[in-house]
Structure formats: C-alpha cells, structure tokens
T-cell receptor
Framework: KNQVEQSPQSLIILEGKNCTLQCNYTVSPFSNLRWYKQDTGRGPVSLTIMTFSENTKSNGRYTATLDADTKQSSLHITASQLSDSASYICVAHAGNSGTYKYIFGTGTRLKVLA | DAGVIQSPRHEVTEMGQEVTLRCKPISGHNSLFWYRQTMMRGLELLIYFNNNVPIDDSGMPEDRFSAKMPNASFSTLKIQPSEPRDSAVYFC????????????FGPGTRLLVL
C-alpha cells in the first residue's frame, strides 16, 4: 500500500534554532519526493523535489535529504525565523510512463516563537 | 505573471445546490491539477490534466464531481449536487509537463456547504 508518514505531527521551536522534520514513504514505483510549505490560509509552495538519484537538495535555509534505500526523507531548517511557522507537507510521487500517483503526508505543523 | 488564479475565493451554498469552481493556470503550463484539503483528510489530488486531457481522475470522490478543461487557460470543477461533506478548500495547481516539474498552487477556494 502506498503511504507517507510524517513526524512529528507538530513542533514548537525558538527563533534561531534548527529543526528537522521527518518523512517515511512506501510507494512503488518511486518517482520523486517533494516538500511543500503551506502558510495558514494559503496554497502550498514547493520547497524541493528530489528524484531517486538525489540525496540532498537545498533551497535557502531549507535542506532536504533523501535515502532511497530506507525510504526516508528529512527537511532541515537552519536558523529558523518567525516566517517559517507553517505546515510542511511531504509528498511522494509514484509511477512511470506518464501516469502518476501523488501520496500525501498529513504534514508537520511548525511554530517558531520569538 | 499573476500566478494561478482561482475563483471564487469563498463560496457558501446550501446542500443540493450546484457549485462551480474556476481556475486559470499559469500561461505556458501544460499540466493542471485539482486538489481538495480538509482537516480530517489533508491534501488529496482529485484529478489532473495534461494538455487539456484528463489523465487520472481516480481521486474524484463521486459522480457528483466533474472537471473540465476546455482550453489551456481555463478549467472548472463542478459539484452537483453539493453536500455538507464537500466543505473543504479546493486548490488548483499548474506546472510544465514532466514528472519532476514544480507545481504552482493557486490561493484556493474555501467552500462551505450548509
């Protein structure tokens, strides 16, 4: 069964601190894995997209890692800012030959405090 | 570019009424996606189009839901008849063709069915 599990469900950190969000996925055949940031009341915004052959990708203070062997991904946020407060959604993309399935995690809600 | 445009932004209707949600993708994008997001179920992909052709509608919950893309710059998602359990935020997203292309989300339509 295709599924994506994220942890923790929620997280509170102080401004300036680092944090790491986890995503475990079981999808077949695996195509790519995406991390989105979603501010309250807005649409998701893509942070990173990683294929099977990529094991790390950065977007500013956001760094995603992918371990295709253990089927795990993480999103590391460095020097957090108040604006990082949002939900972070992991999405595994399964399929090939033009037909794809998107399997969504339920997200990690991050709150950054001053 | 104005980004993905959705209308209306908010819709309140009574059970049994027809609801039509509209989306204008980013110019030049060949793929369009309709998503639904609720607190209980998170983000779900309903249907996606490549070059105006529906590719996968397996996420459409029931026959009450239908989606069309008559041209490259316009798509609709229709619910007829609407039910209270359809209350959710509906997002439209677009991207260039390709499995690893970034999807750009619209601001969403918040639907409340009474």
């Amino acid at each position: 069964k295709n599924q994506v599990e994220q942890s923790p469900q929620s997280l509170i950190i102080l401004e300036g601190k680092n944090c790491t969000l986890q995503c475990n996925y079981t999808v077949s055949p695996f195509s790519n894995l995406r991390w989105y940031k979603q501010d309250t009341g807005r649409g998701p915004v893509s942070l990173t997209i990683m294929t099977f052959s990529e094991n790390t990708k950065s977007n500013g203070r956001y760094t995603a890692t992918l371990d295709a062997d253990t089927k795990q991904s993480s999103l590391h946020i460095t020097a957090s800012q108040l604006s990082d407060s949002a939900s972070y959604i992991c999405v595994a993309h399964a399929g090939n030959s033009g037909t794809y399935k998107y399997i969504f995690g339920t997200g990690t809600r991050l709150k950054v405090l001053a | 570019d104005a980004g993905v445009i959705q209308s209306p932004r908010h819709e309140v209707t009574e059970m049994g009424q027809e609801v039509t949600l509209r989306c204008k993708p980013i110019s030049g994008h060949n793929s369009l996606f309709w998503y639904r997001q609720t607190m209980m179920r998170g983000l779900e992909l309903l249907i996606y189009f490549n070059n105006n052709v529906p590719i996968d509608d397996s996420g459409m919950p029931e026959d009450r839901f239908s989606a069309k893309m008559p041209n490259a710059s316009f798509s609709t998602l229709k619910i007829q008849p609407s039910e209270p359990r359809d209350s959710a935020v509906y997002f439209c997203a677009s991207s260039s063709l390709g499995a690893t292309e970034t999807q750009y989300f619209g601001p969403g339509t918040r639907l409340l069915v009474l």
